[in-house]
């Protein structure tokens, strides 16, 4: 029966089976990833609650097993050689005890060390930022009258990592503007959802096409979108380009899949279908490496009619245009209402800056007194216009204007 009485831990939470492993914890996020280690293992274990209501983790007795007063900690009787090893800090015991039995952690040493790269990405990375999201949002810090600190360490976007870069990684270097793109995505829905109000949500996407689209010196005093398509990913950065990848690639990701969810959102569906295509993308790919090539299929499978410019079930256009592609249409909007302002008696959406064959719907939204709400979109080829004669909207409205949620990525939208 191995002795533990030198270790002052036990003093105040008393080892009843010293042979097992012990286990100083309370069911906290980081305290559960031992739990759930030792439950998967199936390594026999007993546990003491480290009370926070007591402060007990601050007491010398646990001071003396982790000097940085936190959960999760272990006492080995078992240790290396057969001796007792006391460990602090969850990452370093999930390795501990991964080698000790043998299990989750690979023995190909490339295979073993791309798990612990995650294992220091959750410590490093994730761990922390959920930390100081929780105390900002939920505890203490919520009070605090300086919201700076709350809007730094949200981080929506090194959050959202965990899906997109995680559970979905990326194939090649083509491919990484999703994980980066997607991840700043969610950061858009973070502002619409968490920080509300739709001017909020109008200034993330106008800072995102300023990145785009504005050349300053971290670039290289280049426009970031004339250098390259997103899937050039790290390549787009060079002596010349600088810091170009990082304003191209998040930014225009994060647009593409924006304006993805624009088309599929309809006033009666919302975003479900949008959701849908979204959860399918993970329940097919989970846990792997996608192709640009995988999502686009994906995409294409859950598209509408309206959609389908080239009529063929396929979104060839849009990937072309926006993903593979480099250009960046302008817009422009002229209407007259009629006298009582309930139809649009003459109208005209024109698109420029554009090759011929550069397609987009654009979608065209009325204000009856409750805000824009989208009724149509008109599809646009080249640098053409399209005209709207004696559009009846059944009921007055205040004004229209076209890709008021900032639907479509573009260098200026004029609403006249
Ligand atoms: N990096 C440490 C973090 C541990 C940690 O932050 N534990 C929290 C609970 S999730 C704690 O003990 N907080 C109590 C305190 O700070 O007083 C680990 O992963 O073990």
């Not at 990592?161 to 990684?169: L, R």
């Not at 959860?279 to 989970?286: G, P």
Request: proline fraction near 6%; charge should be neutral; glycine fraction near 8%.
């Amino acid at each position: 029966m191995p002795d533990l009485s030198a270790f002052p831990i036990t003093a105040r939470w008393p080892a009843k089976y010293p042979d097992r492993l012990q286990l100083y914890s309370l069911p906290t996020p980081n305290g559960v990833k031992v739990s759930i280690m030792l439950e998967e293992i199936g390594l026999p274990y007993e546990v003491h609650l480290v009370d926070f209501n007591k402060d007990d983790q601050k007491t010398p007795e646990f001071l003396s097993l982790n000097p940085n007063g936190k959960i999760p900690a272990i006492l080995d009787p078992d240790g290396p050689g057969g001796k007792p090893l006391p460990l602090f800090e969850s990452g370093a015991i999930l390795q501990y005890l991964a080698e000790k039995t043998g299990k989750l952690l690979p023995a190909d040493a490339a295979r073993r060390y791309q798990t612990i790269q995650w294992v220091h990405f959750q410590m490093g990375g994730i761990g922390p930022m959920f930390g100081q999201v929780g105390f900002f949002n939920k505890f203490a810090g919520k009070d605090f009258e300086d919201k700076r600190p709350l809007q730094r360490y949200v981080a929506p976007h090194e959050i959202a990592h965990q899906w997109w870069g995680h559970v979905i990684g990326w194939d090649s270097y083509h491919d990484q503007w999703m994980s980066e793109g997607f991840a700043e995505f969610s950061a858009s829905l973070y502002v619409q959802f968490v920080r509300q109000g739709l001017k909020k949500f109008l200034d993330f996407w106008d800072n995102q096409r300023d990145l785009i689209t504005q050349s300053r010196p971290a670039t290289g005093d280049i426009k970031p979108y004339t250098i390259g398509p997103v899937t050039q990913g790290y390549r787009l950065s060079n002596a010349k380009t600088r810091a170009a990848y990082q304003f191209l690639v998040y930014p225009k990701g994060a647009y593409i899949l924006h304006m993805i969810r624009m088309m599929f959102y309809t006033a009666r569906d919302k975003d479900t279908r949008f959701q849908s295509l979204m959860h399918d993308l993970v329940q097919t790919h989970f846990n792997h490496d996608i192709s640009t090539e995988d999502f686009k299929r994906i995409v294409e499978k859950h598209m509408s009619k309206d959609m389908d410019l080239d009529e063929n079930q396929r979104l060839d256009w849009f990937f072309n245009e926006w993903v593979y592609g480099t250009e960046i249409p302008s817009y422009r909007f002229e209407y007259q209402l009629s006298p009582d302002g309930s139809a649009i008696s003459s109208g005209r959406i024109t698109q420029s800056g554009v090759s011929d064959n550069f397609k987009m719907l654009v979608p065209i939204y009325v204000d009856f007194g409750k805000g824009l709400a989208r009724i149509g979109s008109a599809k646009l080829i080249g640098n053409t216009s399209v005209e709207i004669n004696d559009l009846k909207l059944g009921q007055p409205i205040k004004r229209a204007a076209i890709c008021a949620m900032d639907d479509v990525l573009a260098l200026s939208i004029q609403n006249k």
